[in-house]
């Protein structure tokens, strides 16, 4: 009976992590290296995310270009540290649009920490412009 139970539990838990990882991957297009940082990012996030020592500053953008090459637009997003401190570790999440988003329809080139500019810095490409990109929620912890 108990093995029972326990088959069922993570045949429930596989059906409900598997939808979102699947648009995880689908939506928006990552290389792996940015991917890969960006994870990285996101454990120290969580781990900094608590201590009183940090100022954690989470904002919401909406991704659409602001120019234009050809028929691909271009965007770049700098989220700023809050003032007198300086950016230690940003992390991005992908929020797909309601229906979900068309596969292409947002690049990221590059996320990170740029002390020079005491930003996060965001690189996006829309491959064509076409489809819907959703939203970027990031997350910067700063000190």
Not at 45 to 57: D, I, M, S
Not at 106 to 131: C, E, N, T
Request: proline share 8%; with cysteine.
């Amino acid at each position: 009976m108990k093995m029972w139970v326990a088959a069922a539990t993570s045949a429930v838990l596989v059906a409900l992590a598997l939808p979102a990882a699947a648009v995880a991957q689908r939506c928006p297009i990552v290389s792996s290296k940015v991917a890969r940082q960006n994870a990285e990012n996101r454990k120290q996030v969580n781990r900094l995310l608590h201590n009183p020592n940090y100022t954690p500053a989470i904002r919401t953008y909406r991704a659409r270009p602001t120019r234009f090459r050809g028929f691909d637009g271009f965007q770049t997003i700098r989220f700023r540290a809050p003032r007198g401190t300086n950016p230690v570790v940003g992390a991005y999440t992908a929020i797909p649009p309601e229906g979900g988003c068309e596969l292409g329809a947002l690049q990221i080139l590059s996320a990170r920490v740029i002390l020079r500019r005491d930003a996060y810095v965001m690189r996006l490409k829309f491959p064509g412009s076409q489809g819907r990109p959703g939203r970027l929620r990031i997350v910067l912890v700063a000190r």
